[in-house]
Every structure is written in C-alpha cells, then in structure tokens.
C-alpha cells in the first residue's frame, strides 16, 4: 500500500503561484507512476500532470508551461510547481500514484485562484 499527504493548496491571486507537494509511505523510486489530478464540483477528476519512473512526463493541454512536476526521491515526495495561476485553476487537487498495478489517492488540498 501507498499512503500519500498532500499540502501547499491554499487562496492565491490571479498570476500568482503555488506549489503542491506530496509525500509518500514508501520509497517513490519503486513507484511506476506519481501523478498529480484535480476536480470541481460537478466535473470529472482529470489528469494535470504524470510523472512515471521512466518515461516522459506528460501534461494536460490547459497547464504546458505554467505547471511543473518534480520528484525527490530522496524526501519520497512529488511536486507541483504552479504558476501563472488563472482563476479556471481552481480545484480541490490530488495526489496520485500507480504501485504494482493499483492506483492509491490523498485526500486532495483545495487551491482557490481568485482576487
């Protein structure tokens, strides 16, 4: 089993930034792929962005070069570094991973883009 926390959401101003972080239980070097998810009320959770233990990253269309993922193997913890931030960024968001054929989830952290 993974257990993951996430932290870092919060109220942020239009172009503004944030940046996420999930930690997890166990060593995220053995994970195939962490990933970060987000949703709002009345939409499907959808893909921000994936980071797999080989292979590229991949990132959805809305966020390409204002949001980045990272991994520290060492801390066992993934980011999300989130800038530029536009108002349609709002979303509870969540942390992913995808151990030995199982997806495990935090419990989300709300960001909320508004002036």
């Known amino acids: 089993q993974v257990q993951l926390v996430e932290s870092g959401g919060g109220l942020v101003q239009p172009g503004g930034s944030l940046r996420l972080s999930c930690a997890a239980s166990?060593?995220?070097?053995?994970?195939?792929?962490m990933g970060w998810y987000r949703q709002v009320p009345g939409k499907e959770r959808e893909l921000v962005a994936s980071?797999?233990?080989?292979?590229?990253?991949r990132y959805a269309d809305s966020v390409k070069g204002r949001f980045t993922i990272s991994r520290d193997n060492a801390k066992n913890t993934v980011y999300l570094q989130m800038n530029s931030l536009k108002p349609e960024d709002t979303a509870v968001y969540y942390c992913?991973?995808?151990?030995?054929?199982?997806?495990?989830w935090g419990q989300g952290t709300r960001v909320t883009v508004s002036s």
């Open positions: 980071s797999p233990s080989l292979g590229l990253v």
């Open positions: 166990r060593s995220i070097f053995s994970i195939n792929t």
């Open positions: 992913n991973s995808n151990y030995r054929g199982m997806d495990y």
